[in-house]
């Protein structure tokens, strides 16, 4: 792959992972439609869960930024392997 598409490739990753977590910041305290449909009607009373997953990282800002990061790099990650395995099997 030719260097300048390497370096748009990674320029554009980072725009988007910056864009991504300012619009985290934006969106955190406005409710989504489900949710200000609940408040408006007064059926948005909070319960327990039904389900709680067994590797739950809690709702802490930090952890939350810190798992989308950690989801964000696995992803990158497998997509390279992806694409490096795809290069090997085409130059054989």
């Known amino acids: ?4 598409y390497v370096v748009a490739s990674i320029a554009i990753l980072l725009a988007f992972s910056v864009g991504l ?16 449909t609940l408040e408006e009607h007064g059926t948005g009373e909070e319960s327990d869960p039904i389900y709680t997953a067994p590797l739950d990282y809690g709702s802490s800002y930090f952890s939350s930024l810190i798992m989308g ?6 992803t990158l990650l497998a997509v390279y392997g992806i694409v490096r395995l795809r290069k090997s099997m085409r130059s054989a």
């Open 1 to 4: 792959m030719e260097r300048k």
């Open 21 to 36: 977590v300012g619009f985290f910041l934006v969106s955190e305290g406005i409710p989504d439609g489900l949710d200000k």
């Open 69 to 74: 990061i950690v989801g964000f790099l696995i």
